[in-house]
């Protein structure tokens, strides 16, 4: 019995170091799903929703941050105890931004606005036309 009290206290010790890590990733998943339930409140008529069907969105955007955060996290947990667990911490930390002071709220730093310049020229200009493919028969 008090072996499995130590495993279980060792798996718990190990896996804690994580929870920085997932606890930022958590608020910025939060930020970013409030930030665009606000943007995109009129365009929804949030406010001409009825109490249940606000919560009707708070209920399903939230299941959709929690579906893709889901198997991150539970890679970062398990991955956290191992020898390689900090590095890869800090790599995670660094792919997502969570410690990137410049990204401002929805943490997203610069690249929203240049994704949504190459948004708007490949919307105002028209897309190339796909080229039609040569059979072996043609000339």
């Not at 958590?26 to 943007?39: H, L, M, N, P, Q």
Request: charged letters at 30%; a positive charge.
């Amino acid at each position: 019995m008090q072996g499995q009290v130590n495993r279980l206290d060792d798996a718990w010790l190990s896996t804690r170091h994580a929870v920085p890590t997932i606890r930022d990733l958590r608020s910025r998943a939060e930020e970013i799903r409030v930030g665009a339930i606000e943007r995109a409140g009129g365009r929804l008529g949030i406010d001409d929703m009825r109490e249940e069907q606000r919560e009707a969105l708070e209920l399903l955007t939230r299941s959709i941050v929690n579906k893709l955060l889901h198997a991150p996290v539970v890679r970062l947990r398990a991955q956290s105890g191992h020898q390689e667990g900090p590095a890869m911490l800090e790599a995670a930390r660094a792919l997502l931004g969570l410690d990137d002071r410049e990204s401002g709220p929805a943490g997203f730093g610069r690249y929203p606005a240049t994704a949504r310049a190459s948004q708007r020229s490949a919307v105002s200009s028209p897309r190339p036309r796909p080229r039609a493919s040569r059979s072996a028969s043609s000339p």
